[in-house]
């Protein structure tokens, strides 16, 4: 069955220094999406990407953050400096499509970010 | 900014009994999933609800959507220890002009325990 893929599992970083999150989609799907667990509190919507460009973002998502499609297959998330509030679990999921009523989103296992 | 209200947060539970979560906003969802999480994993979906008074059955999980698309519950009947877990609802709003995206709003989840 397709799933979504995402690496690495577990990345520990400095604070400051610039991490990617990496994705692979499902590969028929045409909607991706981030989204992120802080420990114990609730998933949150980070961005959707659809067609090249970011449709939908939120207030978290801020210059610090961008995402990008580099290749048919991969779909990338990068913190240019990240903040030890960033630790966090990065999510990934896509859908087929995005219409109205219809937005079956399969997620992927998750990157836990460590930010020391 | 639409709120999702899930409860309760907490259900301990002995095997064989059955158990509802209930997921409520003021807004009206466009569609409403419900996923499962384990531990250290993404979001797993089980269902997707689309239209008001809908029901729909997935072995011993049985899935209703509010007549006015305010409210969702998840029942499951018999509940066995393999049914412990963390349990999710996710919906798609629409915007003030009627455009529903891809964004997902989440619960804060229910953790189930089901005691042999």
């Known amino acids: 069955e397709p799933e979504v893929t995402q690496t690495p599992s577990h990345q520990v970083t400095q604070m400051g220094q610039e991490v990617i999150l990496r994705c692979v989609p499902i590969?028929?799907?045409?909607?991706f999406y981030w989204y992120r667990q802080i420990l114990g509190q609730k998933v949150e919507f980070l961005v959707s990407?659809?067609?090249?460009?970011?449709?939908?973002k939120s207030e978290i998502f801020d210059d610090q953050f961008s995402v990008e499609r580099p290749d048919g297959s991969n779909f990338t998330l990068k913190i240019r400096s990240t903040k030890l509030e960033d630790s966090a679990m990065y999510f990934c999921?896509?859908?087929?499509?995005?219409?109205?009523?219809?937005?079956?989103?399969?997620f992927g296992p998750g990157t836990r970010l460590t930010v020391l | 900014t639409q709120l999702l209200e899930q409860s309760p947060q907490f259900l301990s539970i002995q095997e064989g009994e059955n158990l509802t979560v209930y997921c409520n906003s003021s807004?009206?969802?466009?569609?409403l999933q419900w996923y499962r999480q384990e531990p250290g994993e993404g979001p797993v979906l089980l269902v997707t609800?689309?239209?008001?008074?809908e029901v729909k059955k997935l072995k011993r999980l049985t899935f209703q959507f509010g007549d006015a698309r305010k409210d969702s519950s998840l029942h499951i009947t018999a509940a066995q220890p393999g049914d412990t877990g963390l349990y999710l609802c996710?919906?798609?709003?629409?915007?003030?002009?009627?455009?529903?995206?891809?964004?997902?709003?989440f619960g804060q989840g229910t953790i189930l325990t089901v005691h042999p």
């Open positions: 990407f659809y067609n090249n460009e970011i449709s939908e």
């Open positions: 996710a919906g798609r709003f629409k915007n003030a002009g009627g455009t529903s995206y891809g964004k997902l709003t």
């Open positions: 609800v689309v239209t008001g008074g």
């Open positions: 590969s028929n799907h045409l909607y």
């Open positions: 999921a896509s859908s087929v499509r995005a219409i109205i009523g219809h937005n079956e989103q399969f």
């Open positions: 807004s009206v969802f466009s569609s």
